[in-house]
T-cell receptor
Framework: QQQVKQSPQSLIVQKGGIPIINCAYE??????FPWYQQFPGKGPALLIA?????SEKKEGRFTISFNKSAKQFSLHIMDSQPGDSATYFC????????????FGIGTKLQVIP | EPEVTQTPSHQVTQMGQEVILRCVPI?????FYWYRQILGQKVEFLVS????????KSEIFDDQFSVERPDGSNFTLKIRSTKLEDSAMYFC??????????????FGPGTRLLVL
């Protein structure tokens, strides 16, 4: 019940494409859903986060869609660039992120020029 | 921009040896965390620390692990007798704690531990 399931594990898109990464959860106590971006040799860095009473959130080229009833959320990257090539983790946490963050398995994204 | 720092960046040790991983959280943060990531796997929570005590720990964080905030700036993770399966990237994170939903946990760059 603590798991966050993420797919796909790897993704290759052409520059300008819209990669979509999907996640699902079971624990209804989760109320904070961040996405982290990780470049090789670096720690995860917060990209964007959403709360379950919002169905969509956009920050620049990154959009989270959230379906509370299905317990699913997804990340879309508009107009993807080679610099977006990284590993993306969806995650979830109860209590607004005060407690531990549970990570998905990660998606390695490669954007081809 | 303030950042979490970790030392060393890489550590190689023999099985059974003790290691101490060090972290300097962001200076005014109140909540501290350790996570680990075994190669090719997801990031896993180990322990959270607040007000000089452990607030939550995972089943991974057994008696071989301990955490300490020895002074006002450092936050350490000690593994008393390392096992081969402790080989992983260890991330420290900190969170401000001024309240409010979605306050970010900031992650350090990690220490890659290799146990031989």
């Amino acid at each position: 019940q603590q798991q966050v399931k993420q797919s796909p594990q790897s993704l290759i898109v052409q520059k300008g494409g819209i990669p979509i990464i999907n996640c699902a959860y079971e624990n209804t106590a989760f109320d904070y859903f961040p996405w982290y971006q990780q470049f090789p040799g670096k720690g995860p860095a917060l990209l964007i986060a959403i709360r379950p009473d919002v169905s969509e959130k956009k920050e620049g080229r990154f959009t989270i869609s959230f379906n509370k009833s299905a317990k699913q959320f997804s990340l879309h990257i508009m107009d993807s660039q080679p610099g977006d090539s990284a590993t993306y983790f969806c995650a979830a946490s109860p209590s607004g992120g005060y407690q531990k963050v549970t990570f998905g398995i990660g998606t390695k994204l490669q954007v081809i020029p | 921009e303030p950042e979490v720092t970790q030392t060393p960046s890489h550590q190689v040790t023999q099985m059974g040896q003790e290691v101490i991983l060090r972290c300097v959280p962001i200076s005014n943060h109140l909540y501290f965390y350790w996570y680990r990531q075994i190669l090719g796997q997801k990031v896993e929570f180990l322990v959270s620390f607040y007000n000089n005590e452990i607030s939550e720990k995972s089943e991974i964080f057994d008696d071989q692990f301990s955490v300490e905030r020895p002074d006002g700036s450092n936050f350490t993770l000690k593994i008393r007798s390392t096992k081969l399966e402790d080989s992983a990237m260890y991330f420290c994170a900190s969170r401000g704690g001024t309240g409010g939903w979605g306050e970010t946990q900031y992650f350090g760059p990690g220490t890659r531990l290799l146990v031989l």
